[in-house]
């Protein structure tokens, strides 16, 4: 079984960056990509980025050119670099384990999640 573990959220201002980490510990051959998804206040979840060895990365319009994944396969770490940050990319951000990272990023292609972190964007 997968252990899921985010960190790296907190407060910062408009215009900032974070840096989220993801550790992914277990049996690793039940995983093929990473997921990074967010859920804000009243909304549903929304995915952010993917990222697999065979297909790379893909994003979410929202966020396409302001936020960058990546992946440290000897930590078994992957990572979501958050740049010019704004106050609607305030959410709780989960990071999930699974088979594909495909354009959509649909939650159902991941089976293990973590608790979250949050990110809050305030001046």
């Known amino acids: 079984q997968l252990r899921v573990v985010e960190s790296g959220g907190g407060l910062v201002q408009p215009g900032g960056s974070l840096r989220l980490s993801c550790v992914v510990s277990g049996f690793t051959a039940e995983y093929a990509a990473i997921g990074w998804f967010r859920q804000a206040p009243g909304k549903d979840l929304e995915a952010v980025s993917c990222i697999s060895s065979t297909v790379g990365t893909n994003y979410a319009t929202s966020v396409k050119g302001r936020f960058t994944i990546s992946r440290d396969k000897a930590k078994s770490t992957v990572y979501l670099q958050m740049n010019s940050l704004k106050p609607e990319d305030t959410a709780v951000y989960y990071c999930?384990?699974?088979?594909?990272?495909?354009?959509?990023?649909?939650?159902?292609?991941?089976?293990?999640w973590g608790q979250g972190t949050q990110v809050t964007v305030s001046a």
């Open positions: 999930a384990a699974g088979a594909l990272c495909r354009t959509a990023i649909p939650r159902g292609d991941f089976h293990s």
